[in-house]
């Protein structure tokens, strides 16, 4: 969990925020910190950190470097570093993250690959297909 502190910033240093009493439908792709704590239908992409409130709902892909999610997501989920589970997420789809934390009550369902960057991995994997 986050400390207030940290929190703050994270919300300082957001590109975009999605408030609790939005729902929105599209395809999010941008460079910044994402910040969804209202509803989203599409997908979820960033160059740098997605945070997933308690009360979000996600019907959506999501890629990022890093993430912490603790709403539900109806999803794939693919992050290249750290990503950080709360016990209120409820994830339905597959994960593929460098490194996992998962708090207790969490619910996952769906495959979860861990290792390497996950861009890494799908290149690795196109490239093979390609010889």
């Known amino acids: 969990m986050f400390k207030n502190n940290e929190a703050e910033e994270t919300k300082k240093s957001a590109e975009t925020i999605i ?3 939005l729902k929105v439908k599209g395809n999010f792709q941008g460079k910044g910190n994402i910040i969804v704590e209202g ?5 979820l ?5 997605i945070l997933i409130g308690d009360k979000a709902k996600i019907t959506a892909n999501i890629e990022a470097q890093t993430s912490r999610i603790g709403g539900v997501v109806e999803g794939n989920v693919t992050i290249d570093g750290h990503l950080e589970i709360t016990a209120s997420a409820k994830i339905n789809g597959n994960i593929q993250c460098s490194s996992l934390s998962v708090e207790k009550g969490a619910l996952l369902n769906g495959k979860c690959s861990m290792g390497q960057p996950a861009k ?3 290149k690795q ?3 093979q297909g390609q010889s």
């Open 125 to 127: 994997k196109e490239n």
């Open 19 to 21: 408030g609790s009493g």
């Open 45 to 49: 992409k960033t160059d740098n950190y």
């Open 120 to 122: 890494k991995e799908v």
């Open 39 to 43: 509803e989203v239908v599409g997908s």
